[in-house]
C-alpha cells in the first residue's frame, strides 16, 4: 500500500510539473517557431482524447475543422497530421528524406530488432544498403514478373474460395479472406512456403501469431505518449511483443537452417524466392548481408516480412 501511495504521489507529481512546464513553454515555443492549427490541447493529456476508439475517423472530423495540416499534442509527443493527397505527397516523395525518421513504439523494441529492420532503421547506411537490395534484388521489375503466375496463382484460389461460398450460400468474411490471399502470397514469394495453410497446423500458428502481432501494434499505447514511463510498460505491450518475436525467431530460425541443409543435398531444386537470393547474397561479403540480418528482416512486426504484408 505504501508503495502503491509512492507511486500515485510521484504520477501527480510528475504530471503537475509538466502541465507547469507546458504553460511556462507556451509562449517560447510559439516564438522559436510556429505550428499548423489545431485543436487547442489539454496540459498533460494533450488531444489524446479526441482520438476516440477510431482515430481514422476522428482525424478526418477534426482535419475538416483545421484543414489538411493540422498539430496535436499526443501526451508529450508533438505530432502534425497530413491529411491532403498533395502534401502527403510533398513528405513521402519529394523530401522523403527529410521525413523518414520516426518515433519507434515501444513494442517494436524487443531484441532491439527495430535498429536493423527495414520499416524501423533511420537513414543511415544500413538504411540504403537494405534499401538497394530491394529495389535492385527483391523489388526489381524482372524479379515481379517472374512471380506473375504465382500471384495469378492464389487470387485464383481466392476467386474459388469466394465462388465456393456463393454456391453454398455462406457469407464471406472478406477481411479474413483477405488477409489469408495477401499471407499465402507474401509466404510462397518470400518462403516458398503457404503461410496460412489450413490443413498445416505450424501454418495455422504462424497466420494466429502474425494477425495476433498486427493487433498488437495498431493497439494505442500510453508509453508512446508518455516516454517517461515507458521502463514500467504499463499495457504490458513490450512484454506480449517480446514472446511474439521469440516464437518468430524459432520460426523463421527453422525455416532458414532447413533451406541451408537442401542446398547441401545432391539435387536440390533452387527455388525463385526471396530467401534464396538473400541467401545468395549473404556468401558475397561486399553485400553487407549475412544470417543475422536476413533473420532480422523476416521477424514480423518491425521489418521486412511485416512491411510487406501492410504495403500489399
Known amino acids: 500500500m505504501d508503495l502503491l501511495i509512492l507511486m500515485l504521489g510521484f504520477y501527480l507529481s510528475w504530471g503537475l510539473l509538466r502541465a507547469l512546464l507546458y504553460i511556462a513553454n507556451r509562449g517560447k515555443l510559439s516564438k522559436v517557431g510556429k505550428l499548423p492549427p489545431g485543436p487547442r490541447p489539454v496540459p498533460v493529456i494533450g488531444n489524446l482524447f479526441e482520438l476516440g476508439s477510431l482515430p481514422h475517423r476522428s482525424l478526418t472530423k477534426l482535419a475538416r475543422t483545421h484543414g489538411p495540416i493540422m498539430s496535436l499534442k499526443l501526451g508529450c509527443i ?153 521502463w514500467l510498460d504499463p499495457q504490458g505491450a513490450r512484454q506480449r511483443m517480446t514472446g511474439y518475436t521469440i516464437r518468430m525467431h524459432d520460426i523463421f530460425g527453422t525455416i532458414i537452417e532447413n533451406r541451408l541443409q537442401h542446398q547441401n543435398v545432391s539435387g536440390f531444386v533452387r527455388k525463385n524466392d526471396m530467401l534464396e537470393t538473400l541467401l545468395d547474397l549473404s556468401k558475397d561479403k561486399e553485400e553487407g548481408v549475412d544470417l543475422v540480418l536476413i533473420e532480422h528482416l523476416f521477424l514480423v512486426s518491425k521489418n521486412f516480412f511485416l512491411s510487406s504484408l501492410i504495403i500489399v
Not at 523494441?109 to 544498403?129: D, I, K, M, Q, Y
Not at 495476433?212 to 494505442?220: A, H, S, W, Y
Open 78 to 230: 508533438t505530432t502534425v497530421v497530413v491529411s491532403s493527397a498533395s502534401w502527403a505527397r510533398e513528405i513521402l516523395q519529394t523530401h522523403d528524406v527529410s521525413f523518414s525518421n520516426r518515433l519507434i513504439p515501444d513494442s517494436s523494441t524487443p531484441f532491439r530488432h527495430h535498429e536493423h529492420g527495414l520499416a524501423w532503421v533511420p537513414v543511415s547506411p544500413l538504411w540504403r544498403n537494405l534499401r538497394r537490395i530491394c529495389n535492385v534484388h527483391l523489388f526489381a521489375p524482372k524479379t515481379l514478373d517472374s512471380n506473375q503466375q504465382l500471384r495469378h496463382q492464389k487470387i485464383q484460389e481466392l476467386l474459388a474460395y469466394v465462388k465456393k461460398c456463393s454456391e453454398t450460400g455462406s457469407s464471406v468474411n472478406i477481411g479474413e479472406a483477405a488477409f489469408r490471399t495477401s499471407l499465402n502470397l507474401l509466404g510462397s514469394t518470400i518462403l516458398s512456403i503457404d503461410l496460412a495453410d489450413p490443413t498445416s497446423e505450424s501454418a495455422k500458428e504462424f497466420k494466429e501469431l502474425v494477425w495476433q502481432i498486427m493487433v498488437e501494434l495498431g493497439k494505442p499505447n500510453v508509453a508512446d505518449y508518455f516516454p517517461f514511463i515507458k
